[in-house]
């Protein structure tokens, strides 16, 4: 790895103990002993790309999805196995070839049948969208050590470990220009810390009980990730706003889905039940292969948005909504401003 203070290519041997064996500084990540493989330099390149040259502050959750977007979009299921059985597999029958031993030849064809089999799953995508490291565990793993070292959080990182933005309201709701629904509380801290809601005058909520309870009888935005909860939240909250004029601003998911820079994850504990599954067939908006992603707890989380992008679409929507303008004309022309943009050259998130 680079020394993020000397620029020196270090080797393992180099750097014992997180420190440059030729300037003696400390760094604070290690790609050999990070689970995401991370080294300062990167975090530090990755950041400036979500924070738009430091115009603009993210949450740690937007950053622990841009680090981890490489790992998500490649199956590591059985990486180390496989190789190993199939060298197993060529030594043991090479053994078994001149000791004339048939014993050893059903152990090598055992083998040749687990390292088809690792083939076969990571074929089919075992592993495949899993983060190898949580988002909530994210924090102590990444950004704890780099506290340590540097004694802050990455530049334009936000500190939300202290974080109550779990409500933003103007002083009297009932004069509120509209009710912001968002269930991730990490994206409200984000565009709390913008100022987003005070400078459009919306009361910001995170579930359809809290809408109920605003006093405000304007337009209700709605910003959820792309999955099965996001999809359903939007009808709850129709049923339980009744007459109330409702603004889907959450990302399509057909959309989504055909953009080639968008990276899903999938969380196995997080599943849509059955009864949600029948919910969201009855809506009849989803093809079979749609329902079926939905199934298996894919998802394109809020947070994997670019930051600037997203603030751009919510301050767009939120500004026509302020401004009057009609719904159903807004609807319309705000359906393509959450597609991503076309990739014009690399990644600047997506490299090693």
Not at 51 to 66: K, N, S
Not at 255 to 279: C, E, F, G, I, N
Not at 283 to 302: A, D, M, N, S, V
């Amino acid at each position: 790895m680079i020394c993020p203070h000397c620029e020196r290519n270090l080797l393992r041997k180099e750097r014992t103990g997180n420190r440059c064996g030729h300037c003696s500084r400390s760094y604070a990540l290690d790609p050999k002993t990070n689970p995401l493989r991370l080294n300062d330099l990167r975090v530090r390149r990755i950041t400036t790309a979500l924070t738009d040259g430091g115009r603009i502050g993210i949450v740690p959750d937007q950053l622990w999805y841009a680090l981890s977007r490489k790992r998500l979009r490649d199956s590591e299921f059985g990486q180390g196995c496989l190789g190993g059985a199939f060298v197993a597999a060529g030594f043991v029958t090479v053994i078994a070839f001149f000791a004339e031993a048939p014993v050893l030849l059903i152990a090598s064809a055992a083998l040749l049948l687990i390292g088809l089999g690792i083939t076969v799953a990571r074929a089919m995508g075992a592993g495949k969208g899993i983060p190898p490291v949580g988002r909530e565990a994210f924090p102590a793993l990444a950004l704890s050590p780099w506290r340590s070292v540097y004694g802050a959080l990455p530049p334009g990182v936000l500190d939300t470990t202290a974080s109550t933005a779990g409500t933003s309201a103007p002083a009297d709701a009932a004069d509120a220009t509209g009710v912001l629904v968002c269930p991730d509380r990490a994206v409200v801290a984000f565009l709390v810390a913008d100022g987003l809601p005070a400078r459009h005058g919306l009361t910001v909520v995170r579930t359809a009980a809290e809408a109920g309870a605003v006093r405000s009888m304007g337009p209700v935005l709605v910003l959820h990730d792309c999955d099965a909860d996001g999809e359903l939240l939007v009808r709850h909250l129709r049923d339980a706003l009744p007459g109330r004029t409702l603004i889907d601003v959450g990302p399509p998911l057909r959309t989504v889905r055909a953009l080639p820079q968008a990276v899903p994850y999938r969380d196995p504990r997080r599943k849509p039940s059955p009864a949600d599954l029948r919910l969201l067939t009855e809506l009849g908006t989803y093809t079979p292969e749609e329902l079926k992603w939905l199934g298996q707890g894919w998802r394109f989380p809020l947070v994997g948005l670019p930051p600037a992008r997203l603030l751009a679409v919510v301050d767009r929507v939120a500004g026509q909504v302020s401004r009057g303008v009609d719904p159903e004309r807004r609807r319309a022309a705000d359906l393509g401003f959450l597609t991503w943009p076309e990739p014009t050259g690399p990644d600047p998130v997506g490299g090693p």
